[in-house]
């Protein structure tokens, strides 16, 4: 949690994004801070896309703004590194990818275990990586859905912290799933969200805590956009 320096006083938990796209799942984390029900602040998202809708709907939010051009940098450890010095300037106490489409060299990762989370398209750990709609249905999986997880250098492999399910029904294609999915990622992310805010979960030696008892399952969200 951020200190304010000037009276030592805890602040308000500060999210950073991080985000390459359309950012309808940033939209849901500023959309419930707005209603009062997400008690955090946007301290800035941060791109690798200067074209990102998402930074738009940060400007509009009265977030930061930031993109950095990795073709500006030689490597991904450099971009990186340049990257995060923006991400770390802002101070946050929790940093959300969200539909940040690139990998992050695992030095970045492991200097902030425990700091990072992903929402990603699936039940992980089915469907690691991209295509998850088009793989579920390839596969006949009666159910898909979406995974926040811990990022970890093992690309969607990071300790799952929460789920929302889906049904796949009959006659389904790749747009339809997805928008089922995304509809419920919303949801499950400002819940996760909240649940890290009031500090009920945390990472401890790899694996997920909730209220300081190791995780056995992720929580599932319900039907009441809580978890049971
Ligand atoms: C979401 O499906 C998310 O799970 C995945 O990328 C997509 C981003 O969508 N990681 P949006 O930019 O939040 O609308």
Redesign the pocket.
């Known amino acids: 949690m951020a200190t304010d320096p000037a009276n030592g006083r805890r602040g308000r938990f500060r999210i950073a994004a991080l985000?390459s796209?359309?950012?309808?799942?940033?939209q849901a984390l500023i959309d419930a801070i707005a209603a009062g029900t997400l008690d955090a602040e946007l301290a800035g998202v941060f791109s690798d896309r200067a074209d990102a809708p998402?930074l738009a709907r940060a400007r509009a939010a009265g977030a930061e703004a930031v993109a950095v051009n990795p073709r500006d940098f030689p490597s991904r450890l450099e971009y990186d590194a340049a990257f995060f010095d923006r991400v770390d300037a802002v101070q946050p106490d929790l940093v959300v990818?969200?539909?940040y489409m690139r990998l992050i060299s695992a030095p970045a990762v492991e200097a902030r275990a425990g700091l990072l989370v992903?929402?990603?398209?699936s039940l992980l750990p089915q469907f690691k990586g991209l295509h998850t709609h088009r793989r579920a249905l390839e596969a006949g999986a009666p159910q898909h859905g979406?995974s926040v997880h811990y990022v970890t250098a093992d690309l969607d492999g990071g300790p799952v912290i929460s789920q929302a399910r889906v049904p796949v029904l009959p006659g389904d294609d790749e747009q339809a799933l997805a928008e089922r999915?995304?509809a419920r990622?919303h949801p499950l992310l400002v819940e996760t969200v909240r649940w890290l805010a009031a500090g009920r979960v945390q990472l401890k030696e790899h694996c997920v805590h909730v209220d300081g008892a190791p995780l056995a399952a992720p929580l599932q969200l319900g039907s009441n956009n809580r978890f049971a």
């Open positions: 985000a796209g359309r950012g309808s799942n940033l998402a990818c969200a539909g992903n929402i990603h398209p979406a999915v995304l990622e």
